[in-house]
Nanobody, 114 residues
Framework: QVQLVESGGDLVQPGGSLRLSCAAS????????MNWVRQAPGKDYEWVSS???????IYADSMKSRFTISKDVAKNTLYLQMNNLEPEDTAVYYC????????WGQGTQVTVSS
């Protein structure tokens, strides 16, 4: 079955960086459309970024210059490099498979605070 396991979340100071990872299994990762979605405390889910099968990427406007999505098909792993983090980036970050967001990981907590 599809499994998505996120890691890399942590407490970081404003202006800091983190790299999130998502280990994928149970489906054809190399040809999958993959996404990152986040949910801040008390707020709705917010789409962050997506990467298609050709490696083309798209981002939410507020994260475009600070976040980078990538995938390593040899390791079946999706990444999200986050730079210049802001307190507003505090959220649980989810790895999500598919253009219709069919499968979700359990999430990893990112807290940006001084």
């Amino acid at each position: 079955q599809v499994q998505l396991v996120e890691s890399g979340g942590d407490l970081v100071q404003p202006g800091g960086s983190l790299r999130l990872s998502c280990a994928a299994s149970g489906f054809a990762f190399s040809t999958a459309f993959m996404n990152w979605v986040r949910q801040a405390p008390g707020k709705d889910y917010e789409w962050v970024s997506s990467i298609n099968t050709r490696g083309s990427t798209i981002y939410a406007d507020s994260m475009k210059s600070r976040f980078t999505i990538s995938k390593d098909v040899a390791k079946n792993t999706l990444y999200l490099q986050m730079n210049n983090l802001e307190p507003e980036d505090t959220a649980v970050y989810y790895c999500v498979e598919g253009a219709v967001f069919a499968y979700w990981g359990q999430g990893t907590q990112v807290t940006v605070s001084s």
